[in-house]
């Protein structure tokens, strides 16, 4: 059986040295980090991972909590995530809550159980309740796609009033006049609000569309059939605007749906523009003009400030705000 001490010895560094890479500690130079790592490859060496838990007290685990685990945007994050976690030698658990409270306490308590060494809490509002109950833990966490204002933690995150601001602008730059909105939950304060002001600060710019600000259909959620039935509210209560901005591309696609099914062509008759520029949006017809997030690096940077967290012995790092970018298509018109 290869032992740490073989490690060592063909790396030529000590058994301290080997174990402070296996634990994520600092000390050594990445050059040495990639030789010790290469010579553990080589000999297929296996640590104890119970025995080395119990002696730095680190499991190699971080764990994730995800509304929706099956959604393209999802795994986006926990590539990234999973990418970097692989880099120092550390695994994932993943957890799917439905956004049920009763269900994240669960997982919560399972991941404490599980001496996991951090938490990345993915697109979902922060409650007192989760926050409590991690602060117990004593491990950094991370926030993706969403924040708290109320809580001091660390986040990656678009700016989603910008970005909304930004697809609308595209439209009326694009000639649009008349322009309607599909949003997610107007409660929501992480994806739903923020998107809707963005929308409604692009129309207060023109004088001549502020009118249009009225024009906005709150659905429940994000998803495929919330497009499909806020693209026929909305055309029911304003059936002569020429563009759709969709809160997702999920809302973007049922909204083409619909379209398709009432005789309308995109973008002939309606322009529509997403966001979040799922994979799914480059495979409608006609292909989704979109705002883009990028999901595998929010991921990938949420874990290395994990990482970052455990090697200087806090929980606070400096939050990110990631560059969101537009991505045209032919789903929009030029008027």
Do not use: W
């Amino acid at each position: 059986m290869v032992t740490i001490k073989d490690v060592a010895r063909k790396a030529n560094v000590s058994t301290a040295t080997v174990s402070r890479i296996l634990n994520n500690q600092t000390g050594y130079s990445e050059q040495t980090r990639e030789t010790v790592m290469k010579v553990i490859e080589e000999l297929s060496y296996k640590p104890n991972a119970v025995a080395r838990s119990l002696i730095s007290r680190n499991t190699q685990t971080i764990g994730v909590l995800f509304p929706n685990v099956s959604s393209m945007l999802s795994s986006e994050i926990l590539q990234g995530i999973e990418e970097v976690a692989h880099h120092y030698g550390s695994s994932v658990i993943v957890c799917h809550t439905a956004s049920d409270g009763i269900r994240t306490n669960k997982y919560l308590h399972l991941l404490h159980e599980k001496r996991v060494d951090g938490l990345i809490f993915v697109s979902e509002t922060l409650r007192d309740e989760y926050y409590e109950k991690i602060k117990t833990m004593n491990v950094p966490l991370v926030l993706i796609s969403t924040m708290s204002y109320k809580h001091q933690v660390p986040y990656v995150k678009v700016d989603d009033r910008h970005a909304s601001y930004t697809a609308t602008k595209y439209l009326i730059e694009n000639g649009h006049t008349k322009i309607g909105m599909i949003s997610g939950n107007k409660k929501d304060p992480i994806a739903g609000a923020p998107r809707i002001q963005g929308f409604q600060d692009a129309l207060s710019e023109s004088s001549s569309l502020s009118d249009s600000s009225t024009n906005v259909i709150f659905q429940n959620g994000f998803t495929f059939q919330d497009g499909k039935e806020g693209a026929l509210k909305l055309l029911q209560q304003s059936p002569d605007i020429t563009g759709i901005v969709a809160a997702s591309d999920e809302i973007a696609i049922g909204a083409m749906s619909s379209l398709h099914h009432m005789g309308k062509k995109v973008p002939d008759d309606l322009s529509i523009i997403g966001y979040d520029n799922l994979t799914t949006s480059e495979m409608v017809i006609p292909p989704l003009t979109t705002i883009a997030q990028p999901f595998v690096e929010m991921g990938a940077n949420a874990s290395e400030m994990i990482f970052e967290m455990l090697r200087n012995g806090t929980h606070q790092v400096q939050s990110r705000i990631m560059r969101h970018q537009l991505i045209e298509r032919e789903s929009v018109n030029k008027q």
